[in-house]
């Protein structure tokens, strides 16, 4: 089936999610300030320290956002903790949901060509 929607841009997001459905909202701490650890190697140390200085500093975070090096070294998107960085994952969730923070983990549609997974 192919459907045609005109009119304007207000009129055609309406019909076209009449027609697919319309998004959920996100929940309201979606909409909070967002910390990341950037695009640099870190611990649960290093996390652990920024959390805290967030709060520390009174700055209203609702997210950590863990960027690649969560992940084991050129083997990026295949799900499996660095526990070199992050020995005990669940500890660190557990530490950064206590203060308060919601927890984003970095990911992206492929897998690395030297993880198990590539096959």
Not at 38 to 67: H, K, M, W, Y
Request: aromatic letters at 14%; proline letters at 8%; charged letters at 20%.
């Amino acid at each position: 089936d192919y459907y045609l929607i005109a009119g304007t841009p207000k009129e055609i997001i309406t019909a076209y999610t009449q027609l697919t459905g319309r998004p959920a909202m996100p929940p309201e701490w979606a909409f909070g300030l967002w910390a990341s650890t950037a695009f640099v190697p870190f611990t649960t140390a290093s996390v652990l320290e920024q959390a805290r200085r967030l709060r520390g500093e009174g700055i209203p975070c609702d997210v950590i956002n863990l960027d690649c090096f969560w992940q084991r070294a050129q083997m990026w998107c295949d799900f499996e903790w660095d526990t070199k960085r992050i020995p005990d994952p669940k500890r660190l969730m557990a530490e950064l949901h206590r203060e308060g923070f919601r927890v984003c983990l970095w990911i992206n549609p492929y897998v690395s060509i030297q993880s198990a997974l590539y096959e």
